[in-house]
Structures are given as C-alpha cells and as structure tokens.
Nanobody, 115 residues
Framework: QVQVVESGGGLVQPGGSLRLSCVAS????????MGWYRQIPGKEREMVGTISPSGAIDYAGIVKGRFIISRDNAKSTVYLQMNNLQREDTAVYFC?????????WGQGTQVTVSS
C-alpha cells in the first residue's frame, strides 16, 4: 500500500502562483509514474500533468506554459508549480501514483483562485 499526501493548496489571486507537493511512501518512488489531476464539483477528474520514472512529461493543453511538474526521487516528492493562475484553475488537486498496475490517490488539496 502506498500512502499519498498532498500539500500546498490555498487561496491565491488571479495571476498568482502556488506550488503543490506530493509525498508518496514506499521504496519504489523512483519507479512510480506520478501525476497531478484536478476536479471541479460536478465534473470529471482531469489530468493536469504527469511525469514518468524517466522524467518524460505530459501536460494538459490548458495548463501548458503555466504549470510545471517535477520530481525529486531523493525526497519521494512530486511538485506542481502553478503560475499565472486563473479562476478556472480553481479545483481540488489530486496526486496520483501508478506503481506497475496499481493506482493510488491522495486526498486532494483545494486550490482557489479568487480576488
């Protein structure tokens, strides 16, 4: 069982920045395929960005150029740097761990973009 814990959410004004962190337990972190997803009430969860064990990165088109995903294997942590945040980025952000064929999710962290 992999424990997944997100942090770093909060309230930010439009145009501001936040950095989310996600720590995943286990000795196999460097082999995990990591991802950030988000969900707005009443809508399906959507992919924001993913990073493979080799460092290959994929972003949703709507965040490309504004968000940066990265990982620090020594700290078992994946980050999501979010810049130029817009009101439509308001959502609960979830960290996802893919370990072989097993999927794990964190509890989520709320990001609210509002003036």
């Amino acid at each position: 069982q992999v424990q997944v814990v997100e942090s770093g959410g909060g309230l930010v004004q439009p145009g501001g920045s936040l950095r989310l962190s996600c720590v995943a337990s286990g000795s196999r972190f460097s082999a995990y395929h990591m991802g950030w997803y988000r969900q707005i009430p009443g809508k399906e969860r959507e992919m924001v960005g993913t990073i493979s064990p080799s460092g290959a990165i994929d972003y949703a088109g709507i965040v490309k150029g504004r968000f940066i995903i990265s990982r620090d294997n020594a700290k078992s942590t994946v980050y999501l740097q979010m810049n130029n945040l817009q009101r439509e980025d308001t959502a609960v952000y979830f960290c996802r761990v893919l370990d072989a064929l097993r999927l794990y999710w964190g509890q989520g962290t709320q990001v609210t973009v509002s003036s």
